[in-house]
């Protein structure tokens, strides 16, 4: 899209979750209508069970060294808090190679500084959504605890925010003895012998809020369609036809793909050649005689914990598989095994509402936000595992992006071209 062509007016945007009902929203700001199409419901994909982070802070390139040195026995096993299938399809094989030569200190480095100007403004995206009407909130984390066996384990994240803070990207924690741990969050264990709080976080109920979203969408006059499978697009020349699974078709002035793992089917014919993996993370809520007052996360375990209510999600595992494949209870037992030891008073076996959703994870760590080879389609996916936190802001700057037909630089890095 360039500043010459003609500001759309009537916009598909394909997909219900956190990203897609943002960019909807904003879209709506700019005085456009939206007709929003899932092919499920409203936060059916990664939106729903995830752990609901708005951590900015710590919103980092999933490409690290350390997932090489984890090695290949370890991501084999249907154990790990990493997964990969031994039969992996040729697809992934091309994935999982971009995603080794990205996985270097300096490749990490420059997507993190990358993401460092649209991480300053993820709180503020949701703050203008709040100033404008949605009525789900979000909370400021009274504690944000990252807590470990001993001290050694520690060294790993304390690493991590000096190269964070060492890419322009500052974040107040302190360090804390697994005794003060312990007094800040009473449901941590004994085995807890070292921690780190982070300041200035939030968290959300996912589910709650996405559909808080599409409610105040609609309330603008949007239209959310659900069960809506789309299986083509076809830019007509000022026009971008969709077709449903059905055969129907129905033209808008441009279209938006915020499809999440499913993004590549139908951004492809657009000039989006890079792979946007599925990475299916697993959740399920527990019963637990103290509720956290704020997120918990235990980093060697790879398991993250979220108050709701009266019950704490508890959230891990990266497994690299097809989206739609079922539901593993292997990986459900594996996230509740390696939390049993560092949390006291938690039903582990009292387990409900277990999930798993795919997120579109990228092999360089950075998402796809901006305009294809077609001047009317545009995408809005890719974030791996920080969809929620960077939706908002995802959707205002390309709401924008569209509005003006002028590229803002935040999202520069993140071109689907590259």
Same mark, same amino acid.
């Given at each position: 899209?360039?500043?010459?062509t003609p500001t759309p007016d009537r916009i598909a945007v394909i997909g219900a979750g956190m990203v897609g009902l943002?960019?909807?929203?904003?879209?709506?700001?700019?005085?456009?209508?939206?007709?929003? %199409?899932? +092919?499920?419901?409203?936060?059916?994909?990664?939106?729903?069970g995830n752990a609901g982070w708005l951590t900015p802070g710590i919103a980092t390139p999933l490409p690290e060294p350390?997932?090489?040195? !984890? /090695? %290949?026995?370890?991501?084999?096993?249907?154990?790990?808090?990493?997964?990969?299938? *031994?039969?992996?399809?040729?697809?992934?094989?091309?994935?999982?190679?971009?995603?080794?030569?990205?996985?270097?200190?300096?490749?990490?480095?420059?997507?993190?500084?990358?993401?460092?100007?649209?991480?300053?403004?993820?709180?503020?995206?949701?703050?203008? %959504?709040?100033?404008?009407?949605?009525?789900?909130?979000?909370?400021?984390?009274?504690?944000?605890?990252?807590? !470990?066996?001993?001290?050694?384990e520690r060294t790993v994240l304390l690493e991590e925010i000096q190269q964070i803070d060492a890419a322009g990207q500052?974040?107040?924690?302190?360090?804390?003895?697994?005794?003060?741990?312990?007094?800040?969050?009473?449901?941590?264990?004994?085995?807890? @012998?070292?921690?780190?709080?982070?300041?200035?976080?939030?968290?959300?109920?996912?589910?709650?809020?996405?559909?808080?979203?599409?409610?105040?969408?609609?309330?603008?006059? @949007?239209?959310?369609?659900?069960?809506? *499978? #789309?299986?083509?697009?076809?830019?007509?020349? @000022?026009?971008?036809?969709?077709?449903?699974?059905?055969?129907?078709?129905?033209?808008?002035?441009?279209?938006?793909?915020?499809? @999440?793992?499913?993004?590549?089917?139908?951004?492809?014919?657009?000039?989006?050649? =890079?792979?946007?993996?599925?990475? +299916? /993370? !697993?959740?399920?809520?527990?019963? #637990?005689?103290?509720?956290?007052? /704020?997120?918990?996360?235990?980093?060697?375990?790879?398991?993250?914990?979220?108050?709701?209510?009266?019950?704490?999600?508890?959230?891990?595992?990266?497994?690299?598989?097809?989206?739609?494949?079922?539901?593993?209870?292997?990986?459900?037992?594996? #996230?509740?095994?390696?939390?049993?030891?560092?949390?006291?008073?938690?039903?582990?076996?009292?387990?409900?509402?277990?999930?798993?959703?795919?997120?579109?994870? =990228?092999?360089?760590?950075?998402?796809?936000?901006?305009?294809?080879?077609?001047?009317?389609?545009?995408?809005?996916?890719?974030?791996?595992?920080?969809?929620?936190?960077?939706?908002? #802001?995802?959707?205002?700057?390309?709401?924008?992006?569209?509005?003006?037909?002028?590229? *803002?630089?935040?999202?520069?890095?993140?071109?689907?071209?590259?």
């Amino acid at each position: 899209m360039t500043s010459t062509t003609p500001t759309p007016d009537r916009i598909a945007v394909i997909g219900a979750g956190m990203v897609g009902l943002a960019t909807a929203w904003f879209l709506q700001e700019r005085g456009m209508s939206v007709t929003v %199409l899932d +092919r499920r419901s409203v936060a059916a994909g990664s939106s729903w069970g995830n752990a609901g982070w708005l951590t900015p802070g710590i919103a980092t390139p999933l490409p690290e060294p350390a997932v090489l040195r !984890y /090695g %290949l026995r370890a991501v084999l096993s249907p154990a790990s808090p990493i997964y990969v299938p *031994p039969s992996a399809s040729p697809r992934l094989l091309r994935f999982l190679t971009g995603f080794a030569r990205h996985s270097t200190a300096a490749r990490w480095q420059s997507a993190m500084q990358a993401l460092v100007p649209i991480n300053r403004r993820a709180l503020a995206g949701f703050d203008a %959504l709040t100033d404008g009407g949605v009525a789900a909130r979000t909370v400021e984390a009274k504690s944000f605890l990252a807590a !470990y066996r001993d001290a050694t384990e520690r060294t790993v994240l304390l690493e991590e925010i000096q190269q964070i803070d060492a890419a322009g990207q500052h974040i107040d924690f302190d360090v804390l003895t697994g005794a003060e741990a312990r007094e800040v969050e009473p449901s941590l264990s004994d085995d807890v @012998g070292a921690a780190i709080r982070l300041h200035g976080q939030r968290f959300i109920d996912p589910g709650q809020y996405v559909h808080s979203l599409a409610d105040s969408v609609r309330e603008r006059g @949007g239209e959310i369609r659900d069960g809506v *499978p #789309i299986t083509g697009l076809r830019d007509r020349g @000022g026009r971008v036809e969709i077709e449903t699974a059905g055969g129907a078709t129905e033209s808008f002035d441009a279209v938006v793909l915020a499809t @999440g793992a499913w993004l590549g089917e139908l951004a492809r014919p657009f000039g989006v050649r =890079t792979v946007v993996q599925a990475g +299916r /993370g !697993y959740s399920f809520s527990v019963p #637990i005689e103290h509720v956290p007052s /704020g997120p918990v996360y235990f980093p060697a375990q790879r398991v993250a914990c979220t108050p709701l209510g009266d019950r704490l999600r508890v959230a891990g595992m990266m497994e690299l598989r097809t989206p739609d494949a079922p539901l593993d209870p292997r990986r459900i037992q594996a #996230i509740a095994d390696a939390a049993r030891p560092l949390l006291r008073g938690a039903d582990l076996d009292d387990r409900t509402d277990e999930w798993v959703g795919a997120r579109p994870c =990228t092999p360089d760590g950075l998402p796809l936000v901006g305009a294809t080879a077609s001047p009317r389609v545009f995408v809005a996916g890719g974030h791996g595992m920080w969809g929620i936190t960077l939706g908002p #802001i995802t959707g205002q700057l390309l709401a924008e992006t569209i509005a003006t037909g002028r590229r *803002p630089a935040e999202l520069a890095p993140f071109d689907p071209l590259r």
